[in-house]
């Protein structure tokens, strides 16, 4: 998955040798299925095949038109 986002508070920690940045208010503007992995142990799945179908089906259509 790939998030969009842009941070509207945050707190910064552990500087200068290991920086750790607290996301205390953001903004979501993307949510995304990726093909190549920043980091490996992430998955996907489909949680309602009714809903999957859906969106395969409204894909196909403007994709074909």
């Known amino acids: 998955m790939s998030f969009g986002f842009g941070a ?3 707190h ?3 500087m200068p040798d290991a920086p750790i ?3 205390l208010e953001c903004g979501l503007f ?7 992995l920043a980091y490996m142990n992430t998955s996907v ?5 009714e809903i999957y179908d859906s969106y395969a ?9």
């Open 30 to 36: 993307d949510v995304s299925i990726v093909t190549y």
């Open 8 to 10: 509207v508070k945050e």
């Open 12 to 14: 910064w920690q552990g």
């Open 45 to 49: 799945g489909v949680r309602s095949q």
């Open 21 to 23: 940045r607290e996301l």
């Open 57 to 65: 089906a409204a894909v196909q259509a403007n994709s074909s038109g």
